[in-house]
């Protein structure tokens, strides 16, 4: 079996991150922290998560994201699956993130995107069905 264990970004601001992922997931907590180097330039990195997966956020990062309306190769988006979206979209919004764009209209599922602090664009889903027909369409 694999699944994915952690995702590593590289960002100016740790701290506003940091906002925004534990608005979205109020269970995870700070696991580690550290300072190291990363082809010569110092940074500090902060590991958010659970005991099964978490987000690395790495300082020092440079420059803008990539513009999510146009074709440059580089990360979309990323999703994260609950059970309760109206409880995330409640908690960011109450955290002061306004939501990017709305989901598609679908009967098997809900779902919302943000864009965080760095300019990542972050889908939450919720299933409605179990049956992955259903799901993946």
């Given at each position: ?101 709305p989901g598609a209209d679908d009967p098997s ?26 799901r993946n369409s």
């Amino acid at each position: 079996m694999l699944h994915l264990e952690h995702v590593n970004l590289v960002v100016s601001d740790v701290p506003a991150m940091l906002k925004f992922y534990q608005a979205a997931f109020p269970h995870w907590k700070v696991r580690d922290t550290g300072k190291g180097d990363w082809h010569g330039k110092p940074r500090t990195w902060l590991h958010f998560g659970d005991d099964y997966s978490y987000i690395v956020f790495s300082d020092n990062g440079e420059g803008e994201n990539r513009d999510l309306t146009g074709h440059q190769v580089g990360l979309a988006h990323f999703a994260y699956v609950t059970n309760n979206i109206d409880a995330v979209i409640n908690r960011l919004m109450e955290a002061g993130y306004e939501i990017a764009k709305p989901g598609a209209d679908d009967p098997s599922r809900k779902n919302v995107y943000f864009i965080d602090p760095a300019g990542f664009e972050v889908e939450f889903v919720e299933y409605l069905s179990d049956l992955p027909s259903e799901r993946n369409s």
